[in-house]
C-alpha cells in the first residue's frame, strides 16, 4: 500500500509540526541507506510480526531533517525546532523495516526525505492541527483532493502539567492518493490509531499525575496568576513527547506500530477476478449431477447392474471405445476399454462437441455395436459394421458421418505419416436434406471454419474463439427463448428481434431453435416464476 503514517504536533512556539513518519519504499533505500549497522547504536531482538521484520533495526539512513546542516534539506532548520518539535536526537538515522514477504522497506525518520513528499505531510499536518478539525477537537476526521493526496486524521490530547490549559495537541494522520481504499480503510484505521493513541495518553496520564502529586501546578499558577505565562513557565516551555509519556523507546514502538499498520492494511483489502454468474453448460452440468445424486440415492446402496455392451449408458464424462487408442477406429474390435488420450487421434464424438455444441443439447452415445433410437441419443457413435436403417439414410433429419481409411494414392506425401494420425483418414458425409449449391449456412459455422483455417492462431486461441461464439449464440438463445416463449410476442416482432441479433436467415433461425433445448432448467424456470410474480406483472402493465 503506498501510504504515510505521521506524528504530528502543535507547537506553542512554532505551530503545526511533524514528528515521525513511516512511509513505504518498493526500490532500494535513498543514497546512504543499507550500508550496514552504525557502530555504538544498540539494536532491538530482532522478532517476526505479521511476516515483517520488526527488529526496527538502525541502520545507516540520511539524517533527520532539522539535524542536517544540509542547506538543501525539505525539514525545518534546527533554529526553528524546540524540544517539542524534535522526535529524533541530532544524527539519528532512523529506523528501517524489512517485510520479508514482499521486500518491501517500512522507514521511519522525523521527515520524508523528498522533496514532494515533504511538502504533501507538511500540509496534510497544517490542515490537520489546524482548519481541518471534527468537532470537540477530538477525534477523526477525513480531507485531501486529488493534487495533495487524501488524508485520514485522528487529533488527540496529551496530558502535560506544564503546558497551557494542562495539555498538548497531536495528531495521527494516514495520507494515500488512492480516496476509494482510504474510505474503504477508515473503520481499519480508526480501531488501530485508536489503540495507539490510547496507549500514549495511559502513559503520559500516569507522569501527569505524577508531577501534579508531587508539584501541583494549578495552586502555583493561581497564586500567579498576573505574572506572564511564558515567563513562569521557567523555560520548559516545549517538552518532548518522550518526556511527557516517560518512555526511551517511544520512536522504536511507534515505528514496530506504523509499519505493521501499513502492512496490515495494504493486505487486508485484495483485488478479485469476478468471472460473472455460470454459464448454461455450467448449469446444465450442475443439473446432471444433481440427477445422477438423487438416482444413486435411489438404489439404496444396491450394486448397479452391469449392463451388456449392446446397450451402452448414455453418461456424460464416462469415454467408451472399442478397443486401444491406437485401433479404436478398425471394426475388428469386440471388448470395452476406457478410452486414453495418449495420441492426438479422433477418437470419439465427444471430442467434436466439446466446444461445438452447448451441453444441454447433446444426448450422446459415444461408440455402439448396434444402432440405437433416436429418443436415447442425438449422437450416435457406430462401428463400421453396423447396419442403419434405410429409413435414417433417406430421412433430413439425419446426417451420416463416415470415417474411412484412406488409401496412399488419396493422400499427398508429405501428410502420411504416423504423428498425424487424422491423416490417414477421410471423412464422407451424407444426409437425406438436400443442399443448395449456394448455401450460406449457419453464420457461427463459418466463423468457426475461419477460426480453424487461420494458420496464425495458436490452438488456445482456437480453443478460446470457440467458445467466445458458443457463448455469444448462447445470449441470443437466451434473448429469443425469452422473446417468444416468456413474453410471447407475435411472429412480426420476433423477425425484427432475428434481424437485430443478426440472425434472420433460415439456417441461424434453425441453429437457435436447436440451441434452444439445450437452455438450462434453472434458467427456464427463473425466466417463468419471474413473469409470474405479481410485481413484474404490474411493471409491465
Request: aromatic fraction near 8%.
Amino acid at each position: 500500500m503506498n501510504a504515510i503514517v505521521a506524528l504530528c504536533h502543535f507547537c506553542e512556539l512554532h505551530g503545526p509540526r511533524t514528528l515521525f513518519c513511516t512511509e513505504v519504499l518498493h526500490s532500494p533505500l535513498p543514497q546512504g541507506a543499507g550500508s550496514g549497522d552504525i557502530s555504538g547504536q544498540n539494536e532491538q531482538a530482532e522478532e517476526e510480526e505479521g511476516g515483517i521484520q520488526m527488529s526496527s533495526r538502525i541502520r545507516s539512513h540520511s539524517p533527520a531533517e532539522g539535524a542536517s546542516a544540509d542547506s538543501s534539506s525539505p525539514g525545518p532548520k534546527k533554529s526553528d525546532m524546540c524540544e517539542g518539535c524534535r522526535s529524533l536526537a541530532g544524527g539519528h538515522p532512523g529506523y528501517v523495516s524489512h517485510d520479508k514477504e514482499t521486500s518491501i522497506k517500512y522507514v521511519s525518520h522525523q521527515h520524508p526525505n523528498h522533496p514532494q513528499l515533504f511538502s504533501i505531510v507538511r500540509q496534510a499536518c497544517v490542515r490537520s492541527l489546524s482548519c481541518e478539525v471534527c468537532p470537540g477537537r477530538e477525534g477523526p476526521i477525513f480531507f485531501g483532493d486529488e493534487q495533495h493526496g487524501f488524508v485520514f486524521s485522528h487529533t488527540f490530547f496529551i496530558k502535560d502539567s506544564l503546558a497551557r490549559g494542562f495539555q498538548r495537541w497531536y495528531s495521527i494522520i494516514t495520507i494515500m492518493m488512492d480516496r476509494i481504499y482510504l474510505i474503504n480503510s477508515w473503520p481499519f484505521l480508526l480501531g488501530k490509531i485508536r489503540g495507539i493513541i490510547d496507549e500514549l495518553q495511559g502513559k503520559a496520564l500516569k507522569v501527569f499525575e505524577a508531577e501534579q502529586y508531587g508539584c501541583p501546578q494549578r495552586a502555583q499558577r493561581m497564586n500567579t496568576a498576573f505574572t506572564p505565562f511564558l515567563h513562569q513557565r521557567n523555560g520548559n516551555a516545549a517538552r518532548s513527547l518522550t518526556s511527557l509519556t516517560n518512555d526511551e523507546n517511544l520512536w522504536a514502538c511507534l515505528h514496530t506500530s506504523f509499519a505493521w499498520l501499513l502492512k496490515a492494511c495494504g493486505s487486508r483489502l485484495t483485488e478479485k477476478l469476478l468471472e460473472g454468474a455460470p454459464t448454461e453448460d455450467t448449469l446444465v452440468q450442475m443439473e446432471k449431477l444433481a440427477d445422477l445424486k438423487e438416482e444413486s440415492e435411489g438404489w439404496d446402496g444396491s450394486e448397479e447392474e452391469v449392463k451388456p455392451s449392446s446397450q451402452p449408458d448414455v453418461v456424460e464424462g464416462q469415454e467408451l471405445s472399442k478397443c486401444s487408442p491406437e485401433t479404436s477406429l478398425m471394426p475388428d474390435c469386440n471388448s470395452w476399454n476406457v478410452a486414453h488420450r495418449r495420441l492426438s487421434v479422433f477418437r470419439s464424438l465427444r471430442h467434436m462437441r466439446q466446444t461445438m455444441l452447448p451441453v444441454g443439447c447433446v444426448r450422446i452415445i459415444p461408440y455402439s455395436d448396434q444402432y440405437e433410437e433416436a429418443y436415447r441419443c442425438n449422437f450416435l457413435g457406430l462401428s463400421p459394421h453396423v447396419q442403419i436403417p434405410s429409413h435414417i439414410l433417406s430421412s433430413e433429419f439425419a446426417v451420416l458421418v463416415e470415417v474411412r481409411s484412406a488409401t496412399r494414392s488419396s493422400l499427398y506425401p508429405t501428410l502420411f505419416d504416423d504423428e498425424q494420425s487424422l491423416n490417414k483418414y477421410e471423412f464422407v458425409v451424407t444426409s437425406g436434406s438436400p443442399v443448395a449449391a449456394d448455401r450460406v449456412g449457419p453464420t457461427i459455422l463459418n466463423k468457426i471454419e475461419a477460426a480453424l483455417t487461420n494458420q496464425n492462431l495458436s490452438v488456445d486461441v482456437v480453443d478460446q474463439c470457440l467458445v467466445c461464439l458458443k457463448e455469444e449464440w448462447m445470449n441470443k438463445v437466451k434473448v429469443l427463448f425469452k422473446f417468444t416463449k416468456v413474453d410471447s410476442r407475435p411472429k412480426e416482432d420476433t423477425q425484427k428481434l432475428l434481424s437485430i441479433l443478426g440472425a434472420a436467415e433460415e439456417d441461424n433461425v434453425k441453429l437457435l431453435k436447436f440451441w434452444m433445448t439445450g437452455l438450462s432448467k434453472t434458467y427456464k424456470s427463473h425466466l417463468m416464476s419471474t413473469v409470474r410474480s405479481p410485481t413484474s406483472s404490474e411493471s409491465r402493465n
